[in-house]
């Protein structure tokens, strides 16, 4: 296996609509680098952002693939070097900068994750991405502890399901947000403890209801940023991940100042290789054990063929979703 090998890729080429901008090529196979390992993809999970980079509204980080693809699981193909604990044949899920929409990707090893026994391809390549971005957001910089109460927006995304399942997991309570009212049904059928339906119902009041939120998780942005702030208890803190709605917002900051609070917000691709070994490592420490248990895990909507990320775009986009959709090579 060489890197002048190829092999089939999606490409963006063309308009920004998803059946006319996502295209089954062939590309040249990546070769592990010093460091790296090479996977032959057996899944990969889809994310928002790969729909935003086909947009061009997400330019990759340098360095990285520029194809779409930030999470697989598979099968250890290739070792860069020694030193590393992964061997050829190893079950492995993994964090990537780019290029998951393929049938290998080449990942910093440390970046990789054993896939927990009893768990498939499918559920396993929607984990990294998600688990991560939850720690990472709610745990680390929401600092939220058991009794304590989470507010999550877009409650049947893939972040939004994994959100539920840790914060319950952990000891917290969950409001959670979703837009009609079978999704807010789903929320509480995945373990929310209070479900707004955001259509009809007014989440500001809810939270307020139920005695106010520690940690709000915001993938909305500028429509919801002010009613956050105003959902938080003193001392609470706002997470921000994703702008759907727009990235710009007017704030009360006499609010914010009055009632103490903490503004926060991170995106995860761009973070420093480091700093992901970093999540990588405390999350197989802290959170797998609850998947192996069979407590937090993945919820999958559907599987597309490779070949038909398009439509898995397309359903995404529609938003009727729930869970993680997945491409299998």
């Not at 090998?5 to 089954?24: C, D, F, H, R, T």
């Amino acid at each position: 296996m060489s890197s002048s090998s190829s092999m089939n890729a999606i490409i963006v080429e063309g308009g920004k609509g998803p059946a006319g901008a996502l295209k089954l090529a062939s590309i040249a196979m990546p070769g592990p680098a010093e460091g790296e390992i090479l996977i032959r993809v057996r899944a990969a999970g889809v994310n928002r952002s790969d729909i935003l980079q086909r947009e061009g509204l997400y330019v990759p980080p340098a360095g990285t693939p520029t194809t779409l693809g930030l999470e697989v699981a598979g099968e250890v193909a290739q070792v860069g070097s020694a030193g590393t604990r992964w061997r050829v044949g190893d079950r492995v899920a993994a964090l990537l900068g780019g290029g998951g929409y393929a049938e290998f990707a080449a990942v910093d090893a440390r970046h990789v994750l054993p896939i927990p026994a009893g768990l498939d391809f499918i559920h396993a390549a929607g984990l990294p991405e998600t688990i991560i971005t939850v720690f990472a957001n709610v745990f680390e910089s929401g600092r939220l502890e058991a009794g304590q109460t989470l507010l999550v927006h877009g409650a049947t995304s893939g972040v939004g399901v994994t959100a539920i399942a840790m914060a319950k997991w952990a000891g917290a309570r969950v409001i959670a947000t979703a837009r009609g009212a079978g999704k807010a049904a789903s929320a509480l059928a995945l373990g929310a403890d209070r479900a707004v339906d955001a259509t009809t119902e007014d989440f500001v009041e809810v939270a307020k209801a139920e005695g106010g939120a520690d940690v709000v998780l915001d993938m909305v942005g500028a429509s919801y940023a002010q009613r956050d702030i105003e959902a938080l208890k003193p001392g609470g803190r706002l997470v921000m991940i994703a702008t759907q709605a727009g990235p710009l917002a007017e704030l009360n900051l006499l609010m914010i100042m009055l009632k103490r609070l903490t503004v926060t917000g991170s995106t995860l691709r761009s973070r420093p290789a480091d700093e992901k070994a970093r999540l990588t490592a405390v999350v197989e420490a802290t959170v797998w054990p609850w998947i192996e248990a069979g407590m937090v895990g993945t919820v999958i909507d559907r599987a597309f063929p490779l070949a038909d990320a398009a439509a898995a775009h397309a359903r995404m986009e529609k938003g009727s979703h729930i869970g993680k959709l997945v491409l299998v090579p």
